[in-house]
């Protein structure tokens, strides 16, 4: 079965950091691709960032390019989205995602396995 777990979601003022981590068990994140992805209130679930370990890549929604960086511990089997500089307009639930392929741009439903979501709220 697999399940995955995001944390590290929380307040933090505009210009301020977090690193959210994405845990996964009965899979493997360096044979999968595992994204992230938010949704705002009202709002459409929106692609962030997703890594595709086996092949190298990484990629990022033009909004967050520069400010938010996806990378995997395998050891851990744990996928971390850090992102600085945050905006009032990051607000959103993150959650985090895999699958064994996507499109390009990633859109939700190329993805069979959700975490719960983790809360991230920047205040101006």
């Known amino acids: 079965q697999v399940q995955l777990v995001e944390s590290g979601g929380g307040l933090v003022q505009a210009g301020g950091s977090l690193r959210l981590s994405c845990a996964a068990s009965?899979?493997?994140?360096?044979?999968?691709?595992v994204g992230w992805f938010r949704q705002a209130p009202g709002k459409a679930r929106e692609f962030v960032a997703r890594?595709?370990?086996?092949?190298?890549?990484?990629h990022y929604a033009d909004s967050v390019k520069g400010r938010f960086t996806i990378s995997s511990d395998n050891a851990k089997n744990t996928v971390y989205l850090q992102m600085n500089s945050l905006k009032p307009e990051d607000t959103a639930v993150y959650y985090c995602?895999?699958?064994?392929?996507?499109?390009?741009?990633?859109?939700?439903?190329?993805?069979?396995?959700w975490g719960p979501g983790t809360q991230v709220t920047v205040s101006s």
């Open positions: 009965g899979l493997t994140v360096s044979r999968s691709i």
């Open positions: 890594i595709w370990w086996s092949a190298y890549t990484t």
């Open positions: 995602a895999a699958t064994q392929w996507d499109s390009t741009p990633p859109k939700p439903d190329d993805y069979d396995y």
